[in-house]
């Protein structure tokens, strides 16, 4: 089965890809993994998102759209299934020859969340339309999305996914990530340089201030201010500072999507190792003999059991 990137889903009427599925899940805004469909507006094939409900620090595959039931397949005009399977033949000329010039992903991360924010509106939708949506308009829309797709994510958990699959896949070059700070202050990034391993990277450079997601190995402790403390095992190349990220009580008290979630993320990972991913600006602090990592709210973290040391760069298969 080749893979499926984007499915609609019947919820928020609306083509997403399955770690938006995962991301939109964990808020409270999906509920049912079962209720996508194929992207074709002529197609009815239904379609399920594996793995969506599932946190990130439990699960060892991503959340991904497989077909609901073999009954019930694309239809024979169907153009995404059409594309799919010219992929497939592709796929099988070039085995054995060059593989083929990789352009490389690109998504999204809102570090402000915009006031167009997707979930007000959804909400909208839901409260003052109800059921009754402008099925032209709402086509029209979904044609639009369809050919370009752009992944918008706003939790970093989200984001370590897109990376990981890139590792893994040799494409952390090619692959990148536009860094949205809100007030149209976007950065664009190739993954190799927005993610810093801690104990490779130089501890001061020119660039401090600057956001990049740093992460290592670490452990979570509970703070007497019922924040959280993210040490690191690791240490800035050549440096004997600790590595030190602080997430105070007032961080989880003003996270508006899905705190319960995200808080137990950290809550979970307390006293054991982990990979700690922050998104943050880096501060060196001589007294305290601390680098500490600064983030601007609680979607700036990610903690996942995944072991990227123990990932062979092997040649990787989509299907
Ligand atoms: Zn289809």
Not at 20 to 46: P, Q, S, T, V, Y
Not at 88 to 115: D, L, M, N, T, W
Not at 274 to 294: G, P
Request: proline content about 1%.
């Amino acid at each position: 089965m080749a893979k499926i990137d984007t499915a609609y889903s019947l919820e928020i009427k609306d083509v997403i890809d399955a770690i938006e599925a995962n991301e939109l899940w964990i808020e409270g805004i999906l509920k049912d993994k079962r209720l996508f469909k194929c992207i074709d507006d002529n197609c009815n094939a239904r379609i399920t998102c594996k793995n969506m409900d599932t946190f990130a620090d439990k699960r060892k595959v991503n959340p991904h759209f497989i077909m609901s039931d073999r009954e019930n397949m694309h239809s024979s005009t169907c153009e995404i299934n059409k594309e799919l399977e010219e992929k497939r033949s592709k796929k099988r000329e070039k085995k054995g020859g060059r593989a083929s010039q990789y352009i490389g992903k690109k998504v999204c991360f809102h570090i402000e969340r915009p006031k167009s924010h997707r979930i007000v509106e959804y909400k909208i939708i839901n409260d003052e339309k109800g059921n009754v949506t402008n099925i032209e308009e709402e086509k029209k829309k979904n044609r639009e999305n369809r050919k370009m797709h752009n992944s918008n994510y706003y939790w970093l958990n989200s984001l370590i996914w897109y990376y990981i699959d890139a590792y893994k896949k040799g494409t952390t070059e090619q692959d990148t990530v536009e860094l949205d700070f809100g007030a149209n202050k976007k950065y664009t990034y190739s993954l190799n340089r927005l993610f810093k391993r801690i104990k490779n990277e130089k501890e001061a450079t020119d660039r401090d201030g600057y956001h990049y997601v740093y992460y290592g190995k670490g452990t979570v402790y509970l703070r007497t201010d019922g924040g959280y403390d993210l040490v690191f095992y690791e240490k800035f190349f050549g440096s004997g500072r600790r590595v030190k990220c602080i997430v105070e009580k007032i961080v989880l008290d003003t996270c508006e999507y899905g705190k319960l979630n995200k808080t137990n993320v950290l809550k979970a990972a307390i006293g054991k190792e982990r990979f700690i991913y922050t998104l943050s600006s880096k501060n060196i602090n001589k007294k305290y003999n601390t680098v500490f990592l600064n983030i601007k709210n609680l979607d700036c973290i990610a903690i996942s059991e995944i072991d990227l040391d123990s990932i062979g760069r092997t040649e990787y298969d989509e299907d």
